[in-house]
């Protein structure tokens, strides 16, 4: 049940896609990185962020491209995502690095 909540999301997000949702993350400015690891994720509460090699700051928007947090965290610190709704959120570091994040 719950992958398919993604899966409608996701397509949800694939249907909103407009210009200034491209503008705020554009496929230029997206890069996963696979070395930035985040846990637990899915999280209820706090995203640990591992393998950082300075603080960095960070921004998280919506799968509509609003941005709704910002901050900055360094090797091994959390993010407190307690007030977020459940869904699927991108978290972008403001070196380029962006992740998704799944809130329960």
């Known amino acids: 049940m719950k992958k398919i909540y ?21 496929n230029n400015n997206l890069k996963l990185n696979k ?5 637990p994720n899915p999280s209820t509460d706090f995203i640990r962020v591992s393998e950082l090699s300075a603080k960095e ?23 407190d995502i307690r007030n977020l709704n459940s ?5 972008k570091f403001d070196n380029g690095t ?3 994040i799944v809130k329960k």
């Open 6 to 26: 993604i899966l409608l999301t996701f397509i949800l997000f694939l249907l909103s896609w407009n210009n200034s949702t491209a503008q705020a993350i554009s």
């Open 57 to 79: 700051n960070y921004k998280i928007y919506t799968i509509l491209g609003s941005e709704i947090i910002r901050g900055s965290v360094s090797n091994n610190e959390t993010i």
């Open 87 to 91: 869904g699927v959120y991108f978290l």
């Open 98 to 100: 962006t992740k998704k």
């Open 35 to 39: 070395t930035i690891k985040l846990f």
